[in-house]
């Protein structure tokens, strides 16, 4: 009896061993990029073409993480011998930081209350209405963008925090679809008991409903979050001005500046990693709810 | 309300009053259902028609008219559209995005679902998948300029790689017929965890007992994957297929960062084209049609895929 298990899959250990072998090289393909913009992020711009296939770098040094942040010591003899291109990234990753909180917070609290009206309440043209905020993540961005810059450009929003965040912050459609899916998972007895009790729908909603659903709106604050961080399109065409300009947009305009010469990599390397500092971080501290939130929120 | 608490003391069965009690006019309204509401929907609504809705119609308007944003618009027809059809750079754009799209989603979705069922067998620990899910979190941008660097011909890692290993070093960025090809390269290093990820938790909810089944009726893995795993997968397969293409026709950031269209409008998608003509040449009529002309595309190739694949259709049940 006892052999059948073993006979069925021939050799499991040398399966097992290189699916371990193949998942192991996607993890090194997966970092290895990342790991190459730190090395050379802490490496000396000097040492670029002769440490270029190492794996360590050369002369470590924070010089250029401090330069491209606008605090390395303006007397340092470095800044005077290469001609490093010109950046504040310090405002960038501000500016990143404000966008990112003017997009989710608002978005995430708009999303919520209509998501509950299109879970729980009736009325004239729910369904419509659902319909058409349904159809909107069909409509390429780019054909929204034309007109929407004219209007941010109407309105004097050019170059302004609010021109750049009005269109994500008071909906997505992605954003009331998931909070509706989950709203509509409440128990009904938990919102009856409450409608018993005479309490209004604005006490049930943040009473019951939202607290009930406190990891599904953690979810939808990571995803939420880190597309705002990593957004480029938009604030692009509205926000290049440097006092606004986000992280992104800020990369971009700093490799532009050397688009004939020679780009300054270790500079936009360093940006590149700082760029990168807080998703990592969240990975590092809530690497489980991260990676579930991206899982569990796509299709459904 | 205190007064409505049933006690627990009353010999009685408590009654639930079946009428609230009479409330004043603005309390009341608040227990309404519509009214109610209109106001949690309000904000949002708001959002959707100003910067959904009615720029949705403006572009269709816009594309009727020649305007450069200095001028009053000027209406013309369907002169935008017939243009369109004769111009060159627009069935040139159209396709490069449908050779980008090519090169992308059959890779992006074989490397996804062969790391998904490895995921399922061999390792399933959130350290594993948390690193294959990092390039999808980190920005368009960024990943571009990581690749763009690594693929230097002169100072990038890869090429020094190339070179020490006795092979000639490549142009990735640069050569007319590479340059395409990387940057969908850089969108699959993005984007093959994050599908992976997907499939993972569309393999995780097949039942068990299917796979044991199968076992016991002799199929080996490979066996059971195509029978089973695959038919099963359907409704993620489609998901991911139709999002993964809509995403990929719509390719914009990493080309900003890094051949900006060219060499010889070999990466000049229709983004980047419809970005052109409006952002830098500021011809919002032509550029809006063009808008308008993908916007009718992408819902034909997505009507054709969910009734390729019969999306609504689950062997589950």
């Known amino acids: 009896m006892k052999p059948n298990a073993s006979t069925l899959r021939p050799h499991p250990n040398l399966a097992r061993w290189s699916g371990y072998a193949v998942l192991a090289l996607f993890a090194v393909i997966s970092l290895g990029p990342i790991w190459i913009a730190v090395k050379t992020a802490l490496s000396d711009s000097r040492t670029l073409f002769s440490g270029a296939s190492s794996f360590l770098p050369q002369d470590p040094t924070l010089f250029n993480i401090l330069r491209v942040l606008g605090f390395a010591n303006p007397a340092d003899p470095r800044l005077a011998q290469m001609s490093y291109g010109k950046i504040d990234f310090f405002r960038a990753l501000v500016n990143s930081a404000i966008f990112t909180l003017l997009v989710s917070i608002p978005q995430i609290a708009c999303s919520a209350l209509a998501a509950y009206a299109f879970a729980r309440l009736q009325f004239r043209g729910r369904r419509l209405i659902f319909f058409l905020f349904l159809s909107a993540t069909m409509i390429p961005g780019i054909v929204l963008f034309i007109p929407n810059f004219i209007l941010i450009k109407d309105l004097g929003w050019l170059n302004t925090y609010q021109g750049m965040a009005a269109p994500f912050a008071l909906m997505t459609p992605f954003a009331v679809f998931f909070l509706r899916q989950m709203f509509l998972s409440t128990p009904r007895e938990l919102e009856e008991c409450a409608r018993i009790d005479g309490a209004s729908y604005f006490s049930i909603f943040f009473r019951i409903v939202l607290p009930f659903h406190r990891s599904a709106l953690a979810t939808l604050t990571i995803i939420t979050s880190l597309s705002a961080w990593n957004e480029f399109f938009w604030p692009f065409l509205v926000g290049r001005s440097e006092s606004v300009r986000v992280m992104a947009v800020a990369i971009n305009a700093f490799r532009q500046q050397q688009a004939g010469g020679t780009p300054d990599w270790s500079g936009l390397m360093a940006c590149t990693v700082l760029g990168l500092v807080p998703i990592a971080v969240l990975l590092v501290l809530f690497g489980r709810k991260v990676v579930e939130s991206f899982q569990y929120a796509g299709p459904r | ?317």
């Open chain 2, 1 to 317: 309300m205190s007064d409505r608490k049933l006690s627990p003391v009353l010999s009685t069965p408590p009654v639930i009053p079946r009428v609230p009690p009479r409330r004043s006019f603005f309390r009341s309204i608040l227990y309404k259902d519509s009214f109610c509401a209109w106001i949690f929907i309000a904000p949002a609504l708001l959002g959707f028609t100003v910067f959904y809705l009615l720029p949705c119609v403006r572009a269709i308007y816009i594309s009727l008219t020649d305007w450069n944003l200095l001028r009053p618009a000027k209406f013309v027809g369907s002169a935008n559209y017939s243009r369109l059809w004769g111009d060159p750079n627009f069935w040139n754009s159209m396709r490069v995005t449908l050779f980008y799209v090519l090169y992308n989603i059959p890779v992006q979705t074989v490397v996804g679902l062969l790391l998904a069922v490895l995921l399922h067998r061999v390792g399933r620990s959130v350290a594993l998948r948390s690193v294959i899910l990092a390039p999808y979190l980190i920005a368009n941008v960024i990943a571009a300029i990581l690749w763009f660097w690594m693929l230097d011909p002169l100072l990038g890692f890869v090429n020094a790689m190339l070179h020490s290993m006795g092979f000639g070093r490549i142009a990735f960025f640069s050569d007319q017929n590479l340059a395409l090809p990387t940057i969908a390269a850089v969108n699959i290093w993005r984007h093959m965890g994050f599908v992976a990820l997907l499939f993972y938790t569309g393999i995780q909810g097949i039942p068990r007992d299917i796979y044991e089944a199968a076992r016991i009726e002799g199929a080996g893995p490979w066996k059971s994957f195509w029978n089973i795993t695959l038919p099963l997968l359907r409704p993620t397969l489609v998901f991911v297929l139709v999002t993964s293409i809509i995403g990929s026709f719509q390719v914009f950031d990493s080309i900003a960062v890094t051949t900006l269209g060219g060499p010889v409008n070999s990466t000049r998608t229709i983004v980047w084209y419809i970005y052109e003509s409006s952002f830098v040449n500021y011809r919002m009529g032509y550029a809006s049609a063009m808008s308008c002309a993908l916007f009718v595309c992408l819902t034909f190739v997505t009507i054709v895929q969910m009734r390729i694949l019969r999306s609504s259709q689950s062997e589950l049940g």
